[in-house]
């Protein structure tokens, strides 16, 4: 397989140089565009994106120094490197070309072996420093998915370690007290609760990364899918003591697919509670937003979300990503899922600005029934 060529953009506005330029580099295996317009060259380089780009300082309309400042403010040829070609030998001016953000500065006459020799120098610069960059990259890779193996292991092991533990008391030893029965049976179904959310999580994840939309819009019970998730979450957290206000408007009518909007109001509220504070509030208001639509708050009192989180939250396993030193639980996709359930009908999932705590909305927009 044949390496391909690097691609230099030759900036003088002396036509002669150009040409010889041009043919130096050719024959040392460059591809070599040339602009003798300083002005032009900098749409040039934009639409070009060059491998590299020699330019000479002095030069009409801009200079070599103002074309760099301009290439440099621009997000399109910030990064390309940059190599001054000049007969202006003192070392204010090198020292000005290369603060200025240049790779190299060479001072003309220059030997035609040394000019290939540098700009050989500045490619290998750059890949090594690709490789770097590289290496880093995968190496903080490896220790992200490190964490989230660790993490969705213990995640699942925990209430499977619970399970089994209260299943094996129930068996084991005969309770008399039919309170102590309870109990462990309780802990059973909660953490048998806890363990299909999770699974259901990966499960959606899964699915969403294969392609599969979550679109269908049927008629959602306000009763069966919103306030009994609200009671399920309420009841897993009933230790905490909260205060939990609940208000949904007579008049909301909601289309959605029904197992996806309950997984959306699941991790919305749970997030709320479980952030929360003992003996604190949690306001749960489900809105009216025309016909099929709704808006949904869940506020809180808990320690809050900074502003400059307020997208980061939304990345998948973000939670985890902060190591065994976590403070909460979770496989950190609650936020992940709330958004892409409430993006695929044409909503959203923000976090509102509050100077307390924290106020999440999910928005769905009014839409027909595709079934009933």
Not at 126 to 137: G, R
Request: aromatic share 6%.
């Amino acid at each position: 397989m044949s390496v391909p060529l690097h691609t230099l953009l030759v900036i003088d506005d002396d036509l002669p140089m150009l040409l010889g330029l041009r043919a130096l580099l050719e024959r040392d295996g460059y591809k070599v565009v040339t602009c003798d317009n300083s002005l032009a060259c900098l749409k040039m380089a934009e639409e070009l994106q060059p491998d590299l780009i020699v330019c000479d300082v002095m030069m009409p309309l801009m200079d070599g120094f103002k074309v760099r400042e301009a290439l440099a403010a621009s997000p399109l040829t910030s990064a390309i490197p940059f190599l001054f070609l000049s007969a202006r030998a003192s070392q204010t001016d090198k020292l000005r070309g290369l603060e200025g953000g240049a790779d190299d500065y060479i001072t003309k006459p220059f030997d035609s072996r040394e000019l290939v020799a540098r700009i050989n120098a500045v490619f290998r610069r750059q890949d090594h420093s690709h490789q770097e960059a590289m290496h880093e990259m995968n190496r903080q890779v490896e220790r992200i998915q490190s964490e989230i193996s660790h993490n969705i292991s213990h995640e699942l092991r925990t209430p499977m370690t619970q399970i089994l533990m209260s299943l094996d008391m129930v068996l084991r030893d005969k309770y008399d007290d039919p309170e102590d029965l309870k109990w462990f049976v309780e802990t059973a179904l909660s953490q048998s609760h806890r363990l299909n959310g999770l699974i259901d999580d990966l499960t959606f994840l899964s699915n969403y990364d294969m392609g599969r939309a979550f679109v269908l819009r049927q008629k959602v019970d306000i009763k069966n899918d919103f306030l009994t998730v609200v009671n399920m979450r309420q009841e897993m957290y009933r230790e905490k003591n909260l205060r939990v206000e609940v208000m949904t408007a007579k008049d909301v009518v909601i289309h959605a697919p029904r197992r996806e909007f309950r997984q959306a109001v699941c991790h919305l509220v749970d997030n709320a509670l479980k952030f929360s504070p003992p003996m604190t509030s949690v306001l749960i208001d489900l809105a009216a937003n025309g016909n099929g639509g709704c808006v949904l708050t869940v506020a809180d009192y808990g320690p809050g979300i900074p502003a400059e989180l307020h997208e980061k939250v939304f990345e998948r396993f973000y939670q985890i990503s902060q190591g065994d030193t976590r403070q909460y639980g979770g496989l950190g996709v609650g936020l992940t899922i709330a958004r892409i359930i409430a993006r695929a009908l044409d909503g959203d999932v923000v976090i509102l600005p509050t100077s307390r705590g924290c106020r999440i909305q999910m928005t769905l927009p009014p839409a027909p029934l595709d079934m009933p």
